[in-house]
Nanobody, 116 residues
């Protein structure tokens, strides 16, 4: 059974930083593409950043240059380093693992609140 558990969210001031972690249980991690999504108040869920099994990354335009996605296959963990946070980054952040371009697994989400 695959489970994803996010952590690292919290309250931070404008311009601050947070690092989110996503631990993936089960034996799929190294074979899974990983991504971070977010859903702000009254908004649809949107892709923030993604990383392939080979380490290729892509980012939403709104976070380019501020956020960095990475993965540690030895620890079955994905990370999202978020710097220079803005109020519009406030959202629930979700981790997703995709296996064989077909099966999606989601975490429960972690709240990030950026205060001004």
């Amino acid at each position: 059974q695959v489970q994803l558990v996010e952590s690292g969210g919290g309250l931070v001031q404008v311009g601050g930083s947070l690092r989110l972690s996503c631990v993936v249980s089960g034996s799929i991690f190294s074979a899974a593409a990983l991504a971070w999504y977010r859903q702000g108040p009254g908004k649809q869920r949107e892709l923030v950043a993604a990383i392939t099994t080979g380490g290729t990354t892509n980012y939403a335009d709104s976070v380019k240059g501020r956020f960095t996605i990475s993965r540690d296959n030895a620890k079955n963990t994905a990370y999202l380093q978020m710097n220079v946070l803005k109020p519009e980054d406030t959202a629930v952040y979700y981790c997703k693992a995709t296996l064989w371009v077909r099966y999606d697994y989601w975490g429960q989400g972690t709240q990030v609140t950026v205060s001004s």
